[in-house]
C-alpha cells in the first residue's frame, strides 16, 4: 500500500470505545538457552479491574497502554501454542530448484536472501551451510568430470570411426591385392608347369638321334634349343618365386590391417561401454545438484550471521523491508536493525517454539501466544478475527515473528514476500508490516523518534531500553546499509 494511501493513525479511544486490536508484550526474564525473552502478552481493553496507563506514558493513538515491567500484575510467562495456528500461506514447492533474481523467483516471490547481502560474512565452523556447501562441491566435481569423461570419448569414438574408415577401405584394397597377387602366381605357377613339360618332351637329348652327329648345324640348333628351354624354366621359377613373395607380403600386410581393425573394434567397444558409465555418472550428479543447491539456499538462509543470533532468512527479512520503505516513505528513515532488535525481543526472529523461517520466510513451526483473556497478567481482548489469524474463536492471541494482534494485523498487514498473501506467519510479511506501524510513529533517524516509535509497539520503558540496545548490537555488524532517498 502507497504511503499516501496509508490510514491515519485513529483518535485516542474512549473508556468504552472497542477495545485496540494492537497487543503488547512485556519482557519479563529470559527463556531457555538462547535467552528468548519470557513475554506476557496483554491487552488494551480498558476495564475497571484493569490498572490505568501510567502516567508518564506518552498518548499514543495506535498503540496499547501496559502495566510497567515490575508490575505485580504481570507473571513469567512464556507463550504457548494452545490451540492449532491457521496457516495463511500454502506451502511453497522448495523442491523446485528454479533461477532467482536477487533472492526472487520469476514471479516475484522471494525464494532466498537478496543479493545485496551476499558478502555478509556468516557462522561456519561445523555449519549445515558449510556441510551443504561441501555435499554441493563434490556433486558439481562429479559432474564436470563426468561431462570431461563424456566429452573425450565421444572425441575418442570420432577418432576410431575416422579410423576405422580409412581401414575400412585399406582391407578392401588388400582383399583386392591378394586376390590379383594370387591370380599372378596361379598363372606363373601355371607357366613353369607348362614349361617343365615341354622341356621334358622336346628335350634333344632325349631324342634318338637318326644317324650319325655328323651334322654340326644340327647339333647347335639342339644344344641352343635346350639352353633356351632351361632358360625359360629358370625364368619361370624366378617369377613363380617374386610371385609368391608378393602375395606373401600382401597377406602379411593384410593380416596386420585385420588385427589394427580388431583393435580398433575393441577399443570402440571399451570407449562405448566408458561412455555410457560417464553419461549414468553424469545425469545421476545432474540430478543430484538441484537438491544440492537446494539445501545450500536452505542452510544459508537458516545460518546465522557471524558475530550475532542473526538468522540469514531473518536479517534479509529486516533488510528488506527498511529499503521497502526507503522508496515508499523515504522521510521515515527506518534501519533494518531496528526491526531485527524488535523482532528479536517478540519471537527470537520466529524461532521461539523451536521453528525458523525457511527461505521464503514462512515460519516451520506458527507463533501464537498468550489467550487475551485476562488472566495471567494479560488484559481482555474478545475475539475480533474468527480466529482465522490466531486459531481462537474466544479471544484474540498475538499472532507471527512480530507479534500482532489480528485487529492491528488487519489494519497494517503487508505483503513483504510478494505472494500476494498478508501471513502474519511470514517473516518477509512480519517485517514489513512492522516497519509500517513503526514508520506511522515519524522519523527513525533521532533517538527521540525511535524510543517514540518503539514504546508506540510495546508501552513498556524496559522493552524500549532493550530493543534499542540490542538494535545498536546488531547495527554493528557487517551488513550493507539499505539505500536511501531523499524525503
Keep these: 500500500m502507497p504511503p499516501a494511501l496509508l490510514p491515519p493513525a485513529p483518535a485516542a479511544p474512549p473508556a468504552s470505545a472497542a477495545p485496540p486490536s494492537r497487543r503488547r508484550l512485556v519482557a519479563v526474564g529470559a527463556l531457555g538457552a538462547v535467552g528468548v525473552l519470557g513475554l506476557v502478552a496483554v491487552a488494551a481493553h480498558p476495564v475497571a479491574a484493569q490498572p490505568p496507563a501510567p502516567a508518564s506514558a506518552p498518548a499514543d493513538p495506535g498503540a496499547t497502554t501496559v502495566p510497567g515491567p515490575t508490575s505485580s500484575t504481570t507473571t513469567t510467562v512464556p507463550l504457548r501454542p494452545v490451540l492449532p495456528v491457521p496457516i495463511l500461506t500454502p506451502p511453497l514447492d522448495l523442491s523446485v530448484d528454479v533461477e532467482l533474481t536477487d533472492g526472487r523467483d520469476a514471479e516475484g516471490l522471494v525464494r532466498g536472501p537478496s543479493d545485496a547481502l551476499a558478502e555478509v560474512p556468516l557462522e561456519s565452523d561445523g555449519s549445515a551451510y558449510e556441510a551443504a556447501l561441501e555435499a554441493r562441491g563434490a556433486i558439481e566435481s562429479e559432474l564436470a568430470g563426468a561431462t570431461d569423461r563424456i566429452t573425450a570419448a565421444q572425441e575418442r569414438l ?74 625359360a624354366v629358370g625364368r619361370g621359377r624366378r617369377g613363380l ?133 485476562g ?15 490466531d486459531g481462537d474463536p474466544f479471544v484474540d492471541r498475538a499472532v507471527g515473528t512480530m507479534q500482532f494482534i489480528p485487529g492491528t494485523w488487519r489494519r497494517w498487514q503487508r505483503d513483504g514476500s510478494g505472494d500476494g498473501i498478508n501471513d502474519p506467519q511470514n517473516i518477509y510479511d512480519g517485517a514489513l508490516t512492522a516497519a509500517v506501524y513503526l514508520c506511522n510513529s515519524g522519523p527513525l533517524d533521532v533517538e527521540e523518534g525511535l524510543r517514540r516509535a518503539v514504546f508506540a509497539y510495546n508501552r513498556s520503558n524496559a522493552y524500549v531500553d532493550l530493543v534499542l540496545a540490542r538494535g545498536r548490537t546488531y547495527a554493528a555488524l557487517a551488513v550493507p546499509a539499505t539505500p536511501r532517498r531523499s524525503g
Design 158 to 231: 570420432a577418432t576410431l570411426a575416422a579410423g576405422q574408415e580409412s581401414l575400412d577401405a585399406a582391407v578392401r584394397r588388400s582383399v583386392l591385392r591378394v586376390a590379383k597377387l594370387t591370380r599372378i602366381r596361379d598363372r606363373a605357377a601355371a607357366e613353369l608347369r607348362s614349361l617343365g613339360v615341354r622341356r621334358y618332351v622336346d628335350d634333344p637329348t632325349e631324342r634318338e638321334l637318326a644317324g650319325p652327329l655328323t651334322d654340326p648345324r644340327t647339333v647347335v640348333e639342339d644344344a641352343h634349343e635346350s639352353f633356351l628351354a632351361v632358360e
Design 241 to 373: 618365386a617374386a610371385a609368391q613373395r608378393a602375395l606373401d607380403e600382401a597377406l602379411e600386410r593384410s593380416a596386420r590391417t585385420g588385427q589394427q581393425v580388431r583393435d580398433v573394434e575393441a577399443e570402440t567397444r571399451t570407449t562405448q561401454a566408458a561412455l555410457k558409465v560417464a553419461i549414468r555418472d553424469r545425469d545421476r550428479a545432474a540430478a543430484a545438484l538441484p537438491p544440492a543447491r537446494r539445501e545450500v539456499r536452505r542452510a544459508r538462509a537458516a545460518t546465522v550471521v557471524a558475530g550475532s543470533d542473526l538468522p540469514l532468512v531473518a536479517l534479509d527479512a529486516y533488510w528488506r523491508a527498511a529499503a521497502r520503505m526507503a522508496e515508499e516513505r523515504p522521510s521515515c528513515r527506518i534501519e533494518w536493525w531496528l526491526l531485527a532488535a524488535v523482532g528479536r525481543s517478540e519471537s527470537n526472529h520466529g524461532r521461539i517454539f523451536g521453528g525458523a523461517p525457511d527461505p521464503s520466510g514462512r515460519v516451520t513451526v506458527p507463533i501464537a501466544g498468550l489467550p487475551l483473556d
Design 375 to 389: 488472566t495471567r497478567g494479560t488484559r481482555f481482548i474478545g475475539d475480533t478475527d474468527g480466529g482465522r489469524f
